[in-house]
């Protein structure tokens, strides 16, 4: 009710300013015409007989008076009309200003603060000095004033709007809080109907705590790396101190392997001496790997390329692990592309990758079961499949499958010897090569890995390159072509017509 009365009284009022303004009007309008009612008639009896200029001076100013009464009147409606609209157009942008978050500036073009707003202004000014003209800049830490002028030039030359971050100086530093405090100035430019800059609306947010998680991340990351490089020497130190024993281990047992010193004495004690030669053996090749390992993540691991025959290398890892896949009632076989010829790469790394893959696939497949190598070049590239009828791997493991020290099966429950880095070995010497490695598995049905190099090793990363100005190598190394983790059947095409087997 009150609120109606008011409304009824201001529109009341200002209708008796408007008579009031029309009334002034007319008065003036009046003590023109009646000047023009002497003036006009006197004027036109000069041209024509008294008789007739002085009803058509009368009449004319009559008609004047009428016309400059309805036109005056009319256009002192307007301006009140216009004036209230822009004075409820300021009202609302000053209203958006005030309650738009954080805090809001008003700058000149030359970077001084004229007004002060914001839903947050009290919070900001709780622990700023004055913004007013040059204090906010005062407040800018010393080196981050010069990003603040840059902005404001930048908008001077025609940018409508930009952001930067600064830090501003605590007017007291309270135990606890820091010396300064971190700000996103978003800054937006107002101009003019001629395009010239007149101000600069400034909303200033607090991210001091999104920059306090910046700096923990960096400070984690930079943790873990040094942590991953510490890891990486202590393995390679103890990989070359294992080997020195090692060596002599293996040496000496086969020489009473050989009994070349003496005649054993009975069964028992070969059976004991062939014991410590394949354990001497597996923990050599155990400290091989972790070397090989910690070299490729720590990017010294070199290539030597050169042309070998692919069919010949497949043929050695078929003569090396034959025996082990035949005393454990399995298939070993392998289908090569006719007229596959050479490949460039380091023959050592590339037997490593055979005999891990086989290997593996041996260890992980039951009695009766199949391991096939397929070979063949598709577009430039050596595909190497290598398929089992093994025990698979879940789905939902195969993400983790390739990290260094990682199997399928826990330590309680796993039925499989290893250290869970050969297949980390694996993608690490891929991805040195400049190739893809890729894995699909059922559950109960195989798994096929498989394997694209570079068949004139263009990709491979050599000695010549150095690691730190040239392409690094991630280890586990990202895969370039994405994992396939559907448990659905695969169909691999090798050797024209020939199918890898489904795993």
């Known amino acids: 009710m009150d609120r ?60 004047g008076f009428l016309f400059s009464a309805v036109g005056s009147i009319a256009l002192s409606r307007q301006r009140p009309a216009a004036s209230a609209v822009e004075a ?32 947050d202004q009290a919070e900001f000014l709780s ?34 709007a930009l952001g930067v971050d600064l830090r501003l100086e605590r007017s007291a530093v309270v135990e606890g809080n820091d010396q300064f405090v971190h700000v996103h100035l978003e800054m937006s430019a107002r101009r003019n109907n001629e395009g010239q800059l007149t101000s600069i609306v400034a909303q200033a947010r607090d991210i001091s705590y999104d ?5 923990e991340a960096a400070r984690k990351a930079a943790e873990a790396e040094s942590a991953n490089d510490a890891k990486s020497r202590f393995l390679a130190a ?48 155990v400290v091989n790997t972790m070397l090989d390992m910690s070299k490729i993540e720590a990017g010294r691991y070199e290539l030597l390329l050169e042309p070998f025959p692919i069919d010949a290398s497949i043929g050695t ?27 460039v790469a380091d023959q050592r790394a590339f037997q490593q990758i055979l005999i891990n893959l086989v290997g593996n696939a041996i260890k992980f497949t039951d009695t009766g079961g199949v391991i096939t190598i397929d070979a063949a070049m598709v577009d430039g590239m050596l595909k190497l ?50 190739g893809s490695f890729a894995i699909a598995s059922v559950p109960g049905e195989g798994t096929v890995i498989t394997i694209l190099i570079p068949l004139d090793g263009s990709g491979a990363v050599t000695a010549l390159e150095p690691v730190d100005a040239g392409r690094t190598v991630d280890f586990p190394p990202r895969l370039k072509s994405s994992l396939e983790t559907n448990g659905t059947r695969i169909e691999e095409m090798v050797n024209g017509p020939a199918k890898a087997k489904i795993a």
């Open 238 to 285: 103890v990989s070359h101190e294992l080997r020195t024993p090692l060596n002599a281990i293996l040496g000496f047992s086969d020489i009473l392997t050989g009994e070349y010193f003496g005649k054993l004495e009975n069964d028992r004690q070969r059976e004991y001496v062939g014991l410590i030669r394949q354990s001497g053996a597996h923990l050599l090749s």
């Open 127 to 160: 622990w700023m000095r004055d913004p007013s003209g040059r204090g906010f800049i005062e407040q800018v830490h010393i080196s981050d004033r010069i990003l603040f002028l840059q902005a404001v030039d930048t908008l001077r030359q025609g940018r409508d």
């Open 211 to 215: 920059q306090q998680l910046r700096e």
């Open 385 to 434: 499949a290598i398929s089992d009828t093994g025990i698979g791997i879940a789905g939902d493991r195969l993400t983790t499958l390739g990290q260094p020290f990682v199997q399928i099966q826990n330590e309680y429950t796993r039925r499989y010897a290893g250290t869970g880095l050969g297949l980390s070995l694996v993608k690490g010497l891929v991805a040195l090569h400049g």
């Open 4 to 63: 109606a009365g008011g409304s009824w009284l201001s529109r009341t009022s200002g209708n008796g300013e408007v008579r009031a303004e029309e009334l002034a009007i007319l008065r003036r309008l009046a003590l023109a015409s009646s000047a023009a009612l002497v003036v006009v008639p006197t004027a036109l009896s000069f041209v024509t007989s008294p008789a007739v200029a002085l009803p058509v001076g009368v009449a004319t100013v009559c008609a």
């Open 88 to 119: 409820v157009v300021v009202e609302h942008r000053d209203l958006m200003l005030e309650a738009a978050c954080g805090l809001v500036l008003l700058f000149d073009p030359q970077g001084s603060v004229t007004s002060v707003g914001g839903r």
């Open 317 to 343: 890892c078929e003569a090396m692990l034959g025996l082990q896949a035949k005393e454990k009632g399995l298939t070993l076989t392998s289908r090569i592309q006719r007229g596959l010829g050479e490949i």
